[in-house]
Structures are given as C-alpha cells and as structure tokens.
C-alpha cells in the first residue's frame, strides 16, 4: 500500500505562490506515477497536473504556464508550485499515486482558497 500526506494549502491571496507538498511513503517502489488533482464546490475532480517516474509532466490547461510539479525522489514528496494564483483556483487539492498494480491511491486532501 502507498500512504499520501499532502500539506501546504490554506488561505492565499490572488497572485499569491504558495507550494503543496505531498510526502508518500509505503510500497513506494510500486509507483509510478504522481498527480495533482482538485475539486471545486459543485464540480467534478479534475487532473491539474501529473509527472511520471521518467519526469514527463502534463498540465490542465487552465494552469499551464502558472503552476509547476515536480519530485525529489530522495525525499519520496512531489510538489505542486502554484504561482499567480486565481480565485477559480479555489478547490481541495488531492495527490495520487498510480502504482504498477493498477490500484490508484488518494491523499486527503489539502484545501486552497483564493480569497482577498
């Protein structure tokens, strides 16, 4: 089994930088790749961005050019740097892990909002 913590969410203003990390742990070598993805009120979950073991990424469109993910495998944590932030941005942010198995792992989930 893979466990995910995610921390560094909570209150930030628009145009705000804040960093999501998300710390695995477990059956670590079974991984391989790790995402970010989020939930809005009243809306479904959607991939923001996802990086693969080889380091191949892919973003939403919505937060191309703003946000970037990356991984420090010594450390077993992905990051989500977040810049010029929106309020449409607002939204709990889950890690995943995708494992060899093809069972699909979620963190808890750590909320971001965009408020003035």
């Known amino acids: 089994q893979v466990q995910l913590v995610e921390s560094g969410g909570g209150l930030v203003q628009p145009g705000g930088s804040p960093r999501l990390s998300c710390a695995a742990s477990g059956s670590i070598a079974s991984i391989y790749a790790m995402g970010w993805y989020r939930q809005a009120p009243g809306k479904q979950r959607e991939l923001v961005a996802r990086i693969t073991n080889s380091g191949r990424t892919n973003y939403a469109d919505s937060v191309k050019g703003r946000f970037n993910i990356s991984r420090d495998n010594a450390k077993n944590t992905m990051y989500l740097q977040m810049n010029s932030l929106k309020p449409e941005d607002t939204a709990v942010y889950y890690c995943?892990?995708?494992?060899?198995?093809?069972?699909?792992?979620w963190g808890q989930g750590t909320q971001v909002t965009v408020s003035s």
């Open positions: 995943n892990a995708d494992t060899v198995s093809s069972v699909r792992y």
